[in-house]
């Protein structure tokens, strides 16, 4: 997967797709990121990235000609989806990563200031995304976050095969408990069943615990997972257990 991303910052970008996963991603090749300076496409001579806004008020708005001479030099792939951050868009989550994955070239437009002139949101980007609402100094971060969500999706970009597949939300449900050495801490002890050996049994406990966390944590999470039979009679063993607790 190719992603280019625009923005008036570019060693932000730069700094956090250099270490970790993401650089591994990049030197195996499945991945290649590349941040631009917005500034770079600015023709005149002081290089102008930003005017105040017609019509008077606050702050400054990214002016429209580099962003596009920027995001044309980029996008030769035609269907890319050029992605604007900002508060304004739909709100990310795994399910639009998953989505994003499946492209081969992504192309991410920070805004600044204000924000962006109209024009490049009309007639250039294909997609608005914000990371919650909330707003920050710029789109850099929510750009940052739709590449790492999006990066590890990519097969063989994480070391552990599958193990994208697991993650919480990946299955519309809360990951469980993790645990590993030492058997006990401070006093507190590894649950009996994770030493077992027993595969099933495990497994039946790891899917007991997502619910369990998913029922207690995010329950409207239940409404739209995928639940077996054995699932569903685990899940009102819960409810009953909560109404015990309350009479
Ligand atoms: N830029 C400023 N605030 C933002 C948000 N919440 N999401 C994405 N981009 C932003």
Redesign the pocket.
């Known amino acids: 997967m190719k992603i280019d991303v625009f923005t008036l910052f570019p060693q932000m970008i730069q700094h956090y797709t250099d270490e970790s996963i993401i650089k591994r991603a990049q030197d195996a090749e499945l991945v290649s990121i590349k941040a631009h300076n917005i500034r770079d496409f600015a023709r005149d001579k002081h290089r102008v990235t930003d005017e105040p806004p017609y019509g008077g008020g606050g702050g400054m708005i990214l002016k429209p000609a580099p962003i596009f001479e920027g995001v044309e030099s980029v996008t030769a792939e035609a269907n890319a989806p050029i992605i604007l951050?900002?508060?304004q868009?739909r709100v990310f989550n795994q399910q639009i990563a998953q989505e994003l994955a499946q492209y081969n070239h992504l192309v991410f437009l920070c805004?600044r200031y204000e924000g962006v002139d109209e024009r490049v949101r009309q007639h250039l980007v294909t997609d608005e995304?914000?990371?919650?609402d909330?707003?920050?100094t710029?789109?850099e971060l929510?750009a940052l976050i739709v590449i790492d969500a999006v990066t590890r999706l990519i097969p063989g970009a994480l070391g552990a095969e599958g193990a994208a597949e697991t993650d919480s939300h990946a299955t519309g449900l809360l990951e469980g408990p993790h645990y590993t050495r030492p058997e006990t801490f401070r006093g507190h002890t590894v649950p009996d069943v994770l030493k077992s050996g027993h595969n099933a049994n495990i497994e039946r406990w790891r899917r007991e615990q997502s619910l369990r966390r998913t029922w207690q944590r995010r329950p409207e999470m239940l409404l739209t997972a995928e639940l077996s039979e054995e699932d569903r009679r685990f899940l009102a063993v819960l409810a009953r257990e909560q109404v015990e607790r309350r009479e």
Request: proline share 7%; aromatic share 6%.
């Open positions: 951050l900002t508060p868009g805004g995304i914000s990371i919650g909330y707003v920050l710029g789109g929510g």
